[in-house]
């Protein structure tokens, strides 16, 4: 037998997971993969251990447990400033990639339509790609990410049933404006589409920013999917949420229950033990990868690319400097010459762009992050 399922067509390895191989060979610093290799805080692994030492290893109910979706409540309300019921509009997920992969298949049809901007993140096209859903591409436009709402409007169609949200955004670093979900909200409503909104970097925003939920602005039309990886520095754990009206909701944890079952159990009460910590160990994160970006973002440029600050998140696209052919020669001669790697920018294109843009993961301790920013200050494209 060696048939292989249609729906897997033309999907290949990330090019994120191969530069991290690649990265791995030659003992380089990883600035590719958003690994996030940060000390995860005390109060999570101790409500963890306590979870497991009472023996609390058995299944959860599908939508988690109760306390855990009780605490996400009250912090959607107090930070995210939109109200939802923890026993009818909250499904505790296996990450928020297992968040948006239940709530597209919950919601969705095979020939529905779903609108990405460019850049994307890959795991959103490629899960939409082995649903059967089509996907229509709107690019942001440089300098400063900006939306050209004529293209966004032209993009629907009688088809559309969705449209993707990441704010802030992976890979650009761009927060979605008031303005801008407002728009997009309009239009969700006039072609009755959903927007699902990948929220994971939620409390990454710099420069005195906000971020903003599309369910602050319209509840109605919006699918919040976030998690916990990025903002306790445990991308291994797996926990995320959607929240969602429960009439959506109540399909999306069928469809939860049916391919993971529940998430971890004992990792949601350390989740669980985590959110009780106060607000300073949020400032506290943003203000360090602040500085850590403000770091990389010099040191990029004195190695002779131009990189675009983001917003928020903790990625940067830089354009390689004009020496090089294209971007997947230039990752390949960091990693080669001086041991960084970094995410060719095709990766987060369909419509041929991105081919000169690296894209760089500051999510290290600042030692790493000095070596690496270092080593690309003194690199020279002839060296």
């Known amino acids: 037998m060696n048939q292989i399922s249609d729906r897997l067509h033309g999907l290949v390895q990330s090019d994120i997971r191969r530069m991290s191989r690649e990265c791995e060979r030659v003992g380089g610093i990883n600035l590719g993969q958003g690994i996030c290799d940060l000390p995860t805080i005390p109060e999570l692994v101790e409500g963890a251990c306590d979870a497991i030492s009472s023996s609390k290893a058995t299944y959860s109910k599908f939508e988690g447990i109760d306390v855990l979706r009780e605490r996400i409540a ?57 649903l059967g859903i089509e996907t229509k591409f709107v690019p942001l ?9 004529d293209a966004l409007r032209a993009a629907f ?15 650009c670093g761009k927060v979605f404006t008031r303005e801008e979900l407002e728009k997009i909200a309009a239009l969700c409503h006039e072609f009755n589409a959903w927007c699902f909104t990948d929220e994971i970097y939620e409390y990454i925003v710099y420069d005195g920013r906000k971020h903003l939920s ?15 990886s990025k903002t306790f520095s445990v991308t291994g ?10 009439r959506v909701i109540a399909p999306i944890g069928l469809v939860n229950d049916l391919f993971y079952v529940c998430a971890p159990t004992p990792l949601q009460w350390g989740i669980a033990r985590a959110l009780e910590i106060g607000d300073d160990y949020y400032r506290n994160l943003a203000s360090d990868y602040e500085k850590k970006r403000d770091l990389l973002a010099e040191a990029l440029r004195e190695g002779g690319f131009r990189p675009f600050v983001p ?23 960091l990693i080669e010459e001086i041991g960084v790697a970094s995410v060719p920018g095709a990766s987060f294109y369909a419509s041929g762009g991105g081919d000169r843009l690296l894209r760089f993961c500051f999510a290290k301790d600042f030692a790493a992050l000095q070596d690496a920013a270092g080593r690309l200050a003194r690199f020279s494209v002839t060296a």
Request: hydrophobic letters at 45%; a negative charge; one cysteine or more.
């Open 311 to 333: 917003q928020g998140a903790y990625y940067m696209l830089a354009e390689i400097p004009d020496a090089f052919s294209d971007a997947r020669t230039a990752a390949m001669t």
């Open 237 to 246: 754990w797996r926990i995320g949420y959607v929240a969602a009206d429960k």
């Open 141 to 149: 436009q440089l300098p400063d990410w900006s939306i050209d709402f």
């Open 74 to 130: 009250a912090k959607c309300e107090r930070f995210n400033g939109f109200k939802v019921d923890p026993a009818s509009e909250l499904v505790v997920t296996v990450g928020s990639t297992g968040g948006f992969a239940a709530a597209t298949m919950a919601t969705l049809n095979a020939g529905d339509e779903v609108i990405l901007f460019e850049p994307y993140y890959g795991y959103h096209l490629n899960t939409l790609k082995v």
């Open 157 to 171: 169609g009688p088809k559309t049933r969705g449209i993707v949200v990441c704010t802030p955004s992976n890979p």
């Open 214 to 228: 599309m369910a602050a602005v319209d509840r109605e039309i919006a699918i919040t999917i976030s998690g916990f």
